[in-house]
């Protein structure tokens, strides 16, 4: 089995729901639609989460690679 590359990783997690973690301790969950090779995202249908809980809907976002540190597939 050939190993994955992390951008392989990334797109196989397109269209699938996220949760994304940023540096100044926000956090966001939403479908990926897209992603570049600074991992600069795209997430449809996102809400910002405080302590895991929904604290509002924000629709499309574009997130800056640069601000993540956990990007996971949604469980």
């Known amino acids: ?3 994955l ?3 392989d990783t990334l797109n196989a997690a397109r269209n699938k729901k996220v949760l994304v973690d940023l540096k100044n ?3 966001y ?3 990926l639609k897209a992603f570049d ?3 600069n995202v795209v997430l449809e249908e996102a809400e910002e989460r405080v302590n895991g809980e929904l604290k509002r809907k924000l629709g499309t976002v574009f997130i800056r690679g640069d601000t993540i540190t956990i ?3 949604e469980i």
Do not use: C, N, Q
């Open 1 to 3: 089995m050939e190993a």
């Open 71 to 73: 990007l996971t597939p």
């Open 29 to 31: 969950a939403g479908k």
């Open 37 to 39: 090779i600074h991992i």
């Open 5 to 7: 590359r992390p951008l």
């Open 25 to 27: 301790g926000h956090s």
